[in-house]
């Protein structure tokens, strides 16, 4: 499309952190919006292309919590989301409103026992919603791992297990003009890895100072 013009992304961003509370408000604005778009072809019935586009804008709210409370070696986050995005097309001859808000769920938990035992359960959510043009299913993932350091934390043994429901497959509609596209996308994330690392050379901090310095031993 040599009519594309470059998008210009507005962002703002509030955020508030209270004990074990951090809230995040936030606003985009997206000035002259790239979006993929469909076209007939002059002399050729029933034959489209595909190609980029400009809208006039895009706009998105979003509200975001975490909670990271501690329970002893027991150290859950839950975080939820919700963002409304506002956006129009036009879709056979009409305006197509795209503001289907969408969620985020997520759910972390680590437990650090005794002798280098580290044990980490997380459910992941995305709620159905539009993202731009496309509208997105829910989908989700449940992970698990168990990790264990030995030889004064040197050697490292991990087993995880990724998405052991297999259910973040992701399903889309896309519809602009006068097409309607459904999409299937499996990455098959779904696995069991096991993986041993060694550390031989530990980083040791023998700084007894403070100021500048200290600051950035504490980067590393």
């Known amino acids: 499309n040599i009519y594309l013009k470059p998008q210009y992304v507005y962002d703002t961003e509030l955020s508030v952190n209270y004990s074990i509370f951090d809230f995040k408000l936030d606003y985009q604005y997206i000035k002259d919006y790239i979006h993929p778009t469909v076209v007939a072809v ?3 019935p029933g034959t489209v292309t595909w190609m980029s586009t400009n809208a006039k804008d ?6 975001q919590c975490v ?21 129009t097309l036009s879709y056979n001859g009409e305006q197509l409103d795209y503001n289907h808000p969408y969620g985020l769920f997520a759910f972390q938990n680590v437990v650090a026992l005794r002798n ?21 299913n829910g989908y989700s993932s ?15 043994i991990t087993l995880k297990a990724d998405d052991l429901f ?8 896309k519809r602009v003009n006068f097409v309607v596209q459904n999409r299937k996308v499996n990455n098959f ?26 600051d950035e031993i504490n980067r590393f």
């Open 58 to 63: 895009f706009q998105q709210l979003g509200a």
């Open 189 to 214: 994330n779904r696995c069991i890895i096991a993986s041993i690392s060694y550390n031989f050379n530990s980083f040791k901090d023998k700084y007894n100072g403070s100021g500048s310095a200290e």
């Open 166 to 173: 297999d259910s973040s497959k992701l399903n889309d509609v």
């Open 116 to 136: 280098d035992w580290l044990f980490r359960c997380d459910f992941f959510w995305n709620i159905k919603g539009h993202h731009g043009i496309y509208e997105q």
């Open 67 to 87: 909670v990271s409370p501690v329970f002893g070696c027991w150290r859950p986050t839950l975080t939820v989301g919700v963002y409304k995005p506002y956006f």
């Open 42 to 44: 002059s002399g050729k």
């Open 142 to 156: 449940f992970n698990m791992m168990v990790q264990k350091q030995l030889l004064k934390k040197k050697l490292t």
